[in-house]
């Protein structure tokens, strides 16, 4: 079964500075999504950015970015120039890339908190 | 509708009752899918329909646990006989067959006293 570890809780970043949240996962498929969700305290998961295992080329949304390691099982989250509005829980997910089952595995999160 | 929409937004029951949460999808989106967050921890995969396919009900933590959808329309997620492990925000989300991504609904703060 796959499976996906977030190993830092909680994080804190200070504004404009860059902050890295880790994430490992476990699988034997070779094909596969991986994303990084954000949960602002309105509890809504919103999309931050999307890897599919197939391209080498890692995934850029603005001032995030991923460094996915696919031999490592490896997909960090990078966040430039952080703002307050960064501050939320984020969460790692893996889904199987053939579509027909839907559900995304979830990591535990972490807790990203911006001092000004 | 724009987005996902779930209902009620927060619900308190006793120990023992029977709750529903509603959750209406996006139109058009064939994928509707059930979790369940526990405080301070991650998104658990509850229930996954796919139009008129059998439900991937693999992620039901008892048999207290039900959910229904009729096509591509609104899907009801039903506890009975709740206990207080059910406290939790229920999320739905939906999507598009195959899409990557999935939109989620604000969930269902459902806390049982």
């Known amino acids: 079964a796959q499976t996906v570890t977030q190993s830092q809780p909680e994080m804190s970043v200070q504004e404009a500075e860059t902050v890295t949240l880790s994430c490992t996962y476990d699988?034997?498929?070779?094909?596969?999504?991986l994303f990084w969700y954000k949960q602002p305290p309105s509890r809504q998961m919103i999309l931050v950015i999307r890897?599919?295992?197939?391209?080498?080329q890692n995934a850029t949304e603005n001032r995030f970015s991923v460094n996915f390691q696919k031999a490592a099982k490896s997909f960090s989250l990078k966040i430039s120039d952080s703002q307050l509005g960064d501050a939320a829980m984020y969460f790692c997910?893996?889904?199987?890339?053939?579509?027909?089952?839907?559900?995304?595995?979830f990591g535990k999160g972490t807790k990203l908190s911006v001092k000004p | 509708g724009a987005g996902v929409s779930q209902s009620p937004s927060n619900k308190v029951t006793e120990k023992g009752k029977d709750v529903e949460l509603r959750c209406d999808p996006i139109?058009?989106?064939?994928?509707l899918y059930w979790y369940r967050q526990r405080l301070g921890q991650g998104l658990e995969f509850l229930i996954y329909?796919?139009?008129?396919?059998?439900?991937?009900k693999s992620g039901l933590p008892s048999d207290r646990f039900s959910a229904e959808r009729t096509g591509e329309s609104v899907s009801t997620l039903t506890i009975q006989r709740t206990q207080q492990e059910d406290s939790a925000v229920y999320l739905c989300?939906?999507?598009?067959?195959?899409?990557?991504?999935?939109?989620f609904g604000q969930g269902t703060r459902l806390t049982v006293v």
């Open positions: 139109s058009g989106h064939t994928a």
């Open positions: 329909f796919q139009g008129n396919s059998a439900p991937d």
């Open positions: 890897q599919e295992a197939y391209k080498q």
């Open positions: 997910a893996y889904r199987t890339y053939g579509g027909s089952q839907g559900n995304l595995i």
């Open positions: 989300a939906s999507s598009v067959y195959r899409a990557t991504e999935a939109f």
């Open positions: 699988t034997s498929e070779s094909d596969y999504y």
